[in-house]
């Protein structure tokens, strides 16, 4: 079974640049999530989808950052303008939809970003 | 407010010793506890998940614990190796109906040392 899949790996830009970051989740995967992780911090959820719908988008810095999941299969992450506390590494999860059940999240390898 | 804290925030071992490391939460409607391994650079992969009812499960050397009445839970790590070195995250899951939320610790860095 193939894994989540994110590209790229690896990403160094400069303030007030823009940047996207692609993510395809587990086939038949319900529920996509992306998160920040910032050196030495656990992941923090910016934005979680179920199917092509936003579950959860109250840590999203709407300003700067936009996500979509076309047809509730891959999704994209934007930053535009990007800042220099946006360095940090950018995973992507999925999990199945199953209401109660004890669902696993795979992560991808995720993209760490570098702002300069 | 949900919220997951994990002690020991960084822990050095030798090889081949056993170590604890522990995570409390405050999380409302509790759903599922995990736990996950991060290797640098690497996105978190799990070992193991936890429900309501089941006190403790094991996966190879690591044995987690779970106490749903005083919301603590524990992953013992045996027989260190170096390859176990590494972040050891908690998360909770959150028990909505129709989809899950998880909340996640800040992580135990664990460095296993010849």
């Known amino acids: 079974e193939a894994g989540v899949a994110q590209s790229p790996r690896y990403k160094i830009i400069e303030k007030r640049q823009s940047v996207a970051f692609w993510c395809n989740p587990i086939s038949g995967h319900a529920t996509l999530y992306w998160y920040q992780q910032i050196l030495g911090q656990g992941p923090k959820l910016l934005i979680q989808?179920?199917?092509?719908?936003?579950?959860?988008d109250s840590q999203l810095p709407k300003d700067r950052f936009s996500a979509e999941r076309l047809k509730g299969v891959d999704s994209t992450l934007k930053i535009q303008p990007a800042k220099l506390e946006d360095s940090a590494v950018y995973l992507c999860?999925?999990?199945?939809?199953?209401?109660?059940?004890?669902?696993?999240?795979?992560f991808g390898q995720g993209t760490r970003l570098t702002v300069v | 407010k949900n919220q997951v804290e994990q002690s020991p925030q960084s822990l050095i071992i030798l090889e081949g010793k056993n170590c604890t490391l522990q995570?409390?939460?405050?999380?409302?409607?509790?759903?599922?506890l995990r736990w996950y391994k991060q290797d640098t650079g690497r996105g978190p992969v799990s070992l193991t998940i936890m429900t309501f009812s089941e006190n403790t499960k094991s996966n190879g050397r690591y044995t987690a614990t779970l106490d749903a009445d005083t919301k603590q839970s524990s992953l013992h790590i045996t027989a260190s190796q170096l390859s176990d070195s590494a972040s050891y995250i908690c998360?909770?899951?959150?028990?909505?109906?129709?989809?899950?939320?998880?909340?996640f610790g800040t992580g135990t860095r664990l460095l296993v040392s010849p």
């Open positions: 989808f179920q199917n092509n719908g936003v579950v959860d």
């Open positions: 999860a999925s999990s199945l939809r199953k209401p109660g059940a004890n669902t696993e999240a795979f």
């Open positions: 998360v909770v899951s959150l028990g909505y109906t129709g989809f899950q939320k998880l909340v």
């Open positions: 995570c409390n939460y405050t999380v409302s409607p509790f759903s599922n």
